[in-house]
Nanobody, 124 residues
Framework: QVQLMESGGGSVQAGGSLRLSCAASRDISSSPYMTWFRQAPGKEREGVAAIYRGGRSTYYASSVKGRFTISVDNAKKTLYLQMNDLKPADTALYYC?????????????????WGQGTQVTVSS
């Protein structure tokens, strides 16, 4: 059973940066499509950024485009999310998911693998 474990969350002031990581417990080359999601209290889950590990194609939600960058290190089996110019509206639980199907940013999709999440809190 593959496990995804996120890290790197924390509390920052508006305008600050954080880098999230999502490490896979073993090879997940069969699930090359990976997405970062977030969910704030009382709000629906939102797809933030997605990547195809084979060709490095990326997708971003309009709310984070230009501020967040998704990347992957296949050798380390780790997905990253570099978050710059953070805003209070970015406060949420962030978690990663992986699948063999390209679901992109679809928050209703049934990804095969999910992490437990890491909390990001941005204060004004």
């Amino acid at each position: 059973q593959v496990q995804l474990m996120e890290s790197g969350g924390g509390s920052v002031q508006a305008g600050g940066s954080l880098r999230l990581s999502c490490a896979a417990s073993r090879d997940i080359s069969s699930s090359p499509y990976m997405t970062w999601f977030r969910q704030a209290p009382g709000k629906e889950r939102e797809g933030v950024a997605a990547i195809y590990r084979g060709g490095r194609s990326t997708y971003y939600a309009s709310s984070v485009k230009g501020r967040f960058t998704i990347s992957v290190d296949n050798a380390k089996k780790t997905l990253y999310l570099q978050m710059n110019d953070l805003k209070p509206a970015d406060t949420a639980l962030y978690y990663c998911a992986a699948d063999e199907v390209d679901y992109g940013l679809d928050a209703s999709a049934e990804f095969g693998y999910w992490g437990q999440g890491t909390q990001v809190t941005v204060s004004s």
